[in-house]
Antibody, heavy 117, light 113 residues
């Protein structure tokens, strides 16, 4: 199975942009959906969106106006940008893989992003 | 959005006993064309990502002990742990992948009595 690893700043100021990257190893980035999912401390899981290897995307309507997910197949990476963050965006952010239309079968370990001044 | 509702929110079960967690979706997640329920179960332990246990509502992921089983169809689903082990202490989530946005249940915390 593929291994996924999130990276990026652990602290972001309010109103700024959260940027994370997920590096995929042990498998090709092609032919899968690559998703971001987040989990506020002590709370449940929220789907943010996915990117397909050809660049098509799907976003949760609750975040759509602030989210961009992109893929760089040459680097086997995909990325998340979330603009205008507030304290409500503080969460562990996970990247995950799924076969198109299927369940999440591989997850990264997650990275905590805190929004605070 | 499809709303996933789990019950109970928390559950305390003695070692060796059966644990049952329910999940209800606000609309059917059964895809008629292939007769598959687009429902999965995850186990999450503190500080770890969710671990896939069951997909297609009842198919056990490779390596998952056979004491874990999933059942149900349409809108009502159940995760059963037939004989609880200490390592099964975790939070369990159901999730639908029938339509986007993919949605999760609120989680059920399983504790040892």
């Amino acid at each position: 199975q593929a291994q996924l690893q999130e990276s990026g700043p652990g602290l972001v100021k309010p109103s700024e942009t959260l940027s994370l990257t997920c590096t995929v190893s042990g498998g090709s980035i092609t032919s899968y959906y690559w998703s971001w999912i987040r989990q506020p401390p002590g709370k449940g899981l929220e789907y943010i969106g996915y990117v397909y290897d050809r660049g098509s995307t799907n976003y949760n309507p609750s975040l759509k106006s602030r989210v961009t997910i992109s893929v760089d197949t040459s680097k086997n990476q995909f990325s998340l940008r979330l603009t205008s963050v507030t304290a409500a965006d503080t969460a562990v952010y996970y990247c995950a893989r799924s076969t198109p239309g299927y369940y999440f079968d591989s997850w990264g370990q997650g990275t905590l992003v805190t929004v605070s001044s | 959005d499809i709303v996933m509702t789990q019950s109970p929110d928390s559950l305390a079960v003695s070692l060796g006993e059966r644990a049952t967690i329910n999940c209800k979706s606000s609309q059917s997640v059964l895809y008629r064309s292939n007769n598959k329920n687009y429902l999965t179960w995850y186990q999450q332990k503190p500080g770890q990502p969710p671990k896939l246990l069951i997909y297609w509502a009842s198919t056990r992921e490779s390596g998952v002990p056979d004491r874990f089983s999933g059942s149900g169809s349409g809108t009502d689903f159940t995760l059963t742990i037939s004989s609880l082990q200490a390592e099964d202490m975790a939070v369990y989530y159901c999730q639908q992948y029938y339509s986007t946005p993919y949605t999760f249940g609120q989680g059920t915390k399983l504790e040892i009595k």
